[in-house]
């Protein structure tokens, strides 16, 4: 282990993010993760290429940022955001997202103006987490603005980020589903709108399974207690539960209607 450990700093660039790529079994055998995360930190500010200042910060995130840990990085993060790299100002954006998520947003809004695609993704990826409604219009811009391998990427955080909006918010994105679904290319593209529209589907309809197990149960407690606001209330989310699902159902119905693409049509059938 101490091998890997010490070619982190080796001369080859390519022996260095090597090494990085292998920190898995060090990190978890090791007892020197004092100096694994002092040398990935040197990397991370001082190495002349910048894939390993990247791979570096990625592995100061995958290794010393869980469970609520990796405060004393924040310094290291945030100087990657001044960085000439999109690459490193990338894996800056996602270390601070992952140790300070608030933190993450306020500094990520000040790049959502930039062009790099790396860049866009990152915020992306922080406000589908994290980001409330305010999020909204600036994730459906930059999906908008991505293509191919990137919009992929994308949809399924994008997805994520509707589930946890309010009513308004995810029929909003539904429309940017089903243009995916109708209109997406290539067909593969095409396809993930298919199966997001159903995994928002899926998600209304376990939400009125769950509320109308917590109706049930709010009737059965009304017996001996007050329970006329809290039945109200779930009486009113269970029905726009019940209606996001029939829409989305009704709307995948409709688009596979009229597709003509053999590719999609070989798997809706």
């Not at 091998?3 to 978890?28: G, N, Q, T």
């Amino acid at each position: 282990m101490r091998v890997i450990i010490d070619a982190i700093s080796d001369k080859s660039r390519h022996l260095r993010e090597l090494a990085m790529k292998s920190l898995e079994k060090a990190v978890k055998a090791s007892k020197n993760n004092g100096l694994i995360k002092e040398k990935l930190i040197a990397t991370a500010a001082n190495d002349k290429e910048a894939p390993t200042r990247s791979a570096a910060l990625s592995q100061l995130k995958k290794h010393f940022t869980k469970n609520n840990t990796g405060k004393e990085l924040l310094p290291v993060f945030e100087k990657a955001l001044s960085d000439s790299s999109y690459d490193v100002m990338s894996e800056g954006i996602k270390g601070i997202a992952a140790v300070d998520p608030k933190k993450g947003l306020q500094l990520a809004k000040q790049y959502e103006n930039e062009k790099s695609s790396t860049l866009r993704s990152a915020i992306f990826d922080l406000y589908s987490e994290h980001g409330n409604a305010e999020k909204h219009d600036y994730m459906i811009s930059s999906f908008k603005k991505s293509s191919g391998v990137d919009k992929l990427g994308m949809i399924g955080s994008y997805v994520n980020y509707l589930k946890r909006q309010n009513n308004k918010e995810a029929d909003k994105g539904l429309e940017v589903l089903e243009d995916i679904a109708r209109n997406g290319s290539p067909w593969y593209v095409k396809f993930y709108g298919y199966q997001s529209l159903s995994g928002m589907q899926a998600h209304y309809a376990k939400q009125t399974l769950e509320l109308e197990t917590k109706l049930e149960s709010l009737r059965e407690e009304s017996k001996t207690q007050d329970r006329t606001r809290e039945i109200a209330d779930t009486e009113r989310d269970l029905n726009a539960a019940k209606a996001m699902d029939k829409k989305i159902g009704d709307l995948l119905i409709d688009i596979k209607s009229k597709e003509t693409d053999k590719n999609i049509k070989q798997y809706i059938k």
